[in-house]
Structures are given as C-alpha cells and as structure tokens.
C-alpha cells in the first residue's frame, strides 16, 4: 500500500538505522491492514532528536470513506493524557506548590476522611491509590465505576438546590477496591482527581495549565484538549472516538464536566515525537524548558514495584515510573533504560535513552474493546530491530 512520507529532518542512514527495516515496517501495517485489524497507522520515530521517519499508511475513516491516512492527522490519544498530566504535577512539585508524599485531602477535603485518608498524590500518580480501575481491567461483577457513580448522582441532584452538584464526593461513595500501597491498579479516574488538584492549586482550568505550561513551551501546536473547530477535519475518525468528534463538532462538553486529564488530549505522533525528545533531553527542548533534571529522572525510572491483577497479570510485579510505565517484559526489544505510555484506540509513545530512540505511532484498531499485540508490541519490536 502506498505510504505517505512526512516532514524529516534526516534519512534513517544518517542516524545509524538500517533503511531495510524501514521496508519491513511498511510491511508490518500492510499486512495487519490486510488481516483486518488496522484501520492504518500514523508514525513518527526519531534518534538523537533528528526525526528520520515519519508518515502514514491506510484509511482516514472507519468506515472509510476514501480518503487516505496523513501524516498531520488528529487523534485523541486517550490515557496518553496522564504523561501530560503527571508533567503538571511535576511542575507544581518543582514550584513548591505540592509534595509527591502530600496527602490527597490537604487539597481536596473529600479525601480527608477513612478510606480516601491514606491516599497520597504518589499514589495517584504511580496507580497504587488502591481506588477502583478502568472498565475490564479487574472482576467487578456490577459493572460499578467511578463516572458511572457520578453520573448517577447527578441525575439525583435537585438543579434547585443551593448546595451545588459536588462530583468528588459522588465518585468517592463508590468506596475503594484496596488500601493504598497494595497493588497496582490501573486508575484513569486517579488521573481526573489529579486534575481537580491541579485545579485547587493553580486556581485555574487544568486543561489550561497542561496546554498553557507543557504543549505550548514545546510548539506542540496540535496537543490539545477541547479540539478547534478548525482542526476537526484533520481527525481520524476511528471506532474508539467518532462520536467523540460528532460531539466536538456540535460544540458539546466532551469532558461530561469532569477534568479530562485521565485520558481527554489530541495530538498528532509529530507532537507527541517533541514531548518525549524534551524527556529524553532531560525536560528541555529547542531551549524551552518543562521540567528540571532531577524530575524527569524521578519521572521515568521505576518508583513503585507492586503486584498486579489487571488485565489477567495474576500477580506478576509491575514496575512503574510517575506517569510512564517501564513496561519491562520478556516482549520486548528496547533497552532496559526505555519508559513509554499507551492510549487506548491505539497510541503509542515509547523512548530510550540509551539509543537515543523515540517512537510515537498511532495504530487504530478496526473495532472497539479489541486487542491486537501484533500490532502494539509487534510495531515495537519491528521498529527496534533497524537499530545498527
């Protein structure tokens, strides 16, 4: 199939990668395409901050309607996000504002009492809070969720009332699956609670503050939350979130009111190839600075090593930075110093410092609730192999 190139700022030869692979790359998404199993990919892979390959292959829609995938495309990046958002509380760190071991209720009174108490902004930051996970990441027989309690109790609420709709306090009646420190649990709604720290803290939207403070220092001109309506007809329309865009396109909160730094952010794997070469240049890029040294170190080496459950793990320790997952596995090509993140739908951020390698790739899968490994850790490993 026809792949279209990107801007690059070298070939892959210049940065000591094997052109070959490049070719076997191309063939990786032909044939998952071929199986049905990709709508297309978008990629972005760049070595010693020279970006050597980028571009697109496949169809822009599902159900395609002709038009072919492009380098520039949109995506909502889903959880993602939480690399932003666990930034912004770096930041706040580094400013004095908070403490990584500073309990989450001196901020949000909600978590001030038995169970919430115990839970630290580390905790939230690292998925060891104890709260309850993601839809199918654990057994939850009654399909019970924290948005689910929200959205429940605001259906409850007297819109006459003087006391306004507190949806901190809905979600917390859902109580908590463990204490914290136990296990590692998979929490995006860790990551919205985060949110409404940065909020209580900063006095502002934390939607502000991640695009005033992180993408825009790094002219990640196409990282955003609440998507311009003059960028709507560069998105992929993908199974995961069209009616995410059908919303956005009638000007409709896509957030249901709550913070979106769990999983609410667009980007493109261009922007997302900036975010994580200012990670590896120890939090600064073309001069602009994000983060100090000793953060980004603190960031993407393991700081927590807790049993894990999720997603049939049965216990097998999972080693997790602060808002990067090591992601450590026997599956895996890269190098033992690599931190990445994920986004379901599927996106893909993935950087190692000592090849000096960062990748960004977005493959959309053709159906919801799917999974295909081939295509996340196969992409990985096919990328990793053109390495000289």
Same mark, same amino acid.
């Given at each position: 199939?026809?792949?279209?190139?990107?801007?690059?700022?070298?070939?892959?030869?210049? #940065?000591?990668?094997?052109?070959?692979?490049?070719?076997?790359?191309?063939?990786?998404?032909?044939?998952?395409?071929?199986?049905?199993?990709?709508?297309?990919?978008?990629?972005?892979?760049?070595?010693?901050? !020279?970006?050597?390959?980028?571009?697109? #292959?496949?169809?822009?829609? #599902?159900?395609?309607?002709?038009?072919?995938?492009?380098?520039?495309?949109? %995506?909502?990046?889903?959880?993602?996000?939480?690399?932003?958002?666990?930034?912004?509380?770096?930041?706040?760190?580094?400013?004095?504002?908070?403490?990584?071991?500073?309990? @989450?209720?001196?901020?949000? +009174?909600?978590? &001030?009492?038995?169970?919430?108490?115990?839970?630290?902004?580390?905790?939230?930051?690292?998925? $060891?809070?104890?709260?309850?996970?993601?839809?199918?990441?654990?057994?939850?027989?009654?399909?019970?969720?924290?948005?689910?309690?929200?959205?429940?109790?605001? %259906?409850?609420?007297?819109?006459?009332?003087?006391?306004?709709?507190? +949806?901190? /306090?809905?979600?917390?009646?859902?109580?908590?699956?463990?204490? +914290?420190?136990? %296990?590692?649990?998979?929490?995006?709604?860790?990551?919205?609670?985060?949110?409404?720290?940065?909020?209580?803290?900063?006095?502002?939207?934390?939607?502000?503050?991640?695009?005033?403070?992180?993408?825009? +220092?790094?002219?990640?001109?196409?990282?955003?939350?609440?998507?311009?309506?003059?960028?709507?007809?560069?998105?992929? #329309?993908?199974?995961?979130?069209?009616? =995410?865009?059908?919303?956005?396109?009638?000007?409709?909160?896509?957030?249901?009111?709550?913070?979106?730094?769990?999983?609410?952010? &667009?980007?493109?794997?261009?922007?997302?190839? =900036?975010?994580?070469?200012?990670?590896? *240049?120890?939090?600064?890029?073309?001069?602009?600075?994000?983060?100090?040294?000793?953060?980004?170190?603190?960031?993407?080496?393991?700081?927590?090593?807790?049993? /894990?459950?999720?997603?049939?793990?049965?216990?097998?320790?999972?080693?997790?930075?602060?808002?990067?997952?090591?992601?450590?596995?026997?599956?895996?090509?890269? /190098?033992?110093?690599?931190?990445?993140?994920?986004?379901?739908?599927?996106? !893909?951020?993935? @950087?190692?410092?000592?090849?000096?390698? @960062?990748?960004? @790739?977005?493959?959309?899968?053709?159906?919801?609730?799917?999974?295909?490994?081939?295509?996340?850790?196969? $992409? %990985? *490993?096919?990328?990793? &192999?053109?390495?000289?």
């Amino acid at each position: 199939m026809q792949h279209t190139a990107g801007k690059v700022d070298c070939s892959p030869a210049d #940065v000591g990668y094997d052109e070959h692979r490049v070719e076997a790359l191309h063939r990786h998404f032909d044939r998952l395409m071929d199986e049905n199993k990709i709508q297309g990919a978008s990629y972005c892979i760049s070595r010693g901050g !020279q970006v050597f390959l980028h571009g697109a #292959v496949g169809a822009r829609s #599902v159900p395609d309607d002709g038009a072919s995938m492009r380098p520039d495309d949109i %995506q909502f990046v889903a959880s993602m996000t939480k690399v932003f958002t666990a930034t912004a509380i770096m930041q706040l760190v580094e400013d004095g504002l908070v403490r990584l071991n500073q309990a @989450v209720g001196e901020i949000l +009174p909600q978590f &001030s009492t038995p169970p919430f108490d115990k839970i630290n902004l580390f905790h939230l930051l690292t998925h $060891t809070s104890g709260m309850h996970g993601d839809y199918g990441t654990l057994p939850n027989k009654y399909d019970l969720t924290y948005w689910g309690a929200v959205g429940g109790a605001f %259906q409850l609420h007297d819109a006459t009332s003087e006391e306004p709709f507190d +949806p901190i /306090s809905a979600a917390l009646a859902l109580g908590v699956r463990d204490e +914290p420190d136990k %296990q590692w649990i998979y929490s995006t709604f860790g990551y919205v609670v985060l949110g409404w720290v940065i909020e209580k803290v900063t006095g502002r939207s934390a939607h502000a503050v991640i695009e005033d403070r992180i993408a825009a +220092p790094l002219g990640l001109v196409d990282t955003f939350f609440m998507p311009p309506a003059d960028k709507l007809d560069r998105y992929m #329309v993908t199974p995961w979130f069209a009616d =995410r865009i059908e919303k956005a396109r009638r000007g409709e909160d896509i957030f249901w009111g709550l913070p979106g730094t769990g999983g609410g952010m &667009s980007s493109t794997p261009y922007d997302l190839n =900036r975010l994580g070469n200012a990670f590896l *240049n120890h939090g600064e890029l073309d001069g602009a600075r994000i983060l100090g040294r000793m953060a980004v170190e603190q960031m993407t080496t393991p700081a927590s090593s807790l049993p /894990s459950y999720c997603w049939g793990a049965g216990g097998q320790l999972r080693r997790y930075g602060i808002g990067f997952d090591k992601a450590d596995r026997v599956e895996f090509t890269y /190098s033992d110093s690599t931190y990445c993140h994920e986004g379901a739908g599927y996106v !893909q951020l993935i @950087v190692d410092p000592r090849e000096q390698l @960062v990748s960004s @790739v977005f493959i959309p899968f053709t159906e919801r609730n799917v999974f295909h490994p081939e295509a996340l850790y196969g $992409t %990985q *490993n096919v990328i990793w &192999s053109g390495l000289t």
